[in-house]
């Protein structure tokens, strides 16, 4: 069974500087997606940014990037220049191929990030 | 972009009643679709995969019973929590993904249904 673990429960960040959310997996997959998804108090998942197991090149989209470590298993999410309508929690999700066409996500526990005016 | 529709947002109703919770995938097909149970300032925990036209594959731990869901056209699953208790309340969330056999095709996220049993 694949497991996502986030390491910080909760961090803070000042608004305009840089925060970096820490997300590891254990897998025996070699092709799989990877996942960052945010919940801000709303309660609406919205999809931040996500990677493929066999590009090399980190994803990135605008503020976010992430630091994707294959052999290590490691998968953080930078963002910079904070703003406070990024204030949520943001969840790691790995996906793998369930079989027979099916895919499934597996959450991590979740970060909760506020951004302090 | 594509769009999720879920309904109702808020339910609050007596013990033993039976809740249904529609999810509406608004300008995709979605083969497969996700009902996820959220517990507060916890993790979304999949409660059963379904895809179009067959019955829905449970997660361990999930009375299928109790949690009768129902995929029967490409952009409509319904939950019915039966006989609902207490101890049934949570946030439920649904998802859906169109396509097959790929991976690419992102997961979306219908805004979640608060459901408080009395």
């Known amino acids: 069974a694949q497991t996502v673990t986030q390491s910080q429960p909760e961090m803070s960040v000042q608004e305009a500087e840089t925060v970096t959310l820490s997300c590891t997996y254990d897998?025996?997959?070699?092709?799989?997606?990877l996942f960052w998804y945010k919940q801000p108090p709303s309660r609406q998942m919205i999809l931040v940014i996500r990677?493929?197991?066999?590009?090399?090149q980190n994803a990135t989209e605008n503020r976010f990037s992430v630091n994707f470590q294959k052999a290590a298993k490691s998968f953080s999410l930078k963002i910079s220049d904070s703003q406070l309508g990024d204030t949520a929690m943001y969840f790691c999700a790995f996906m793998k191929h369930a079989g027979a066409g099916s895919y499934q996500l597996t959450f991590g526990k979740g970060t909760k990030l506020s951004v302090i005016p | 972009g594509a769009v999720v529709s879920q309904h109702p947002s808020r339910v609050i109703c007596k013990s033993g009643t039976s809740v249904k919770i529609e999810c509406r995938s608004l300008d995709f097909q979605a083969t497969t679709m996700f009902w996820y149970r959220q517990f507060p300032k916890q993790s979304l925990m999949l409660m059963a995969t379904?895809?179009?036209?067959?019955?829905?594959?449970?997660e361990q731990g999930v009375e299928k019973d109790k949690f009768l869901i129902n995929h029967a056209s490409l952009t409509l699953s319904t939950l019915t929590v039966t006989s609902a208790h207490p101890e049934d309340s949570s946030f439920y969330i649904c998802s859906a993904r169109g396509g097959t056999g790929s991976g690419n095709q992102p997961q979306h996220f219908g805004d979640g249904t608060r459901l408080s049993i009395l």
């Open positions: 897998t025996s997959e070699n092709n799989y997606y």
């Open positions: 990677q493929e197991a066999y590009k090399q």
């Open positions: 379904s895809n179009e036209g067959s019955k829905a594959t449970y």
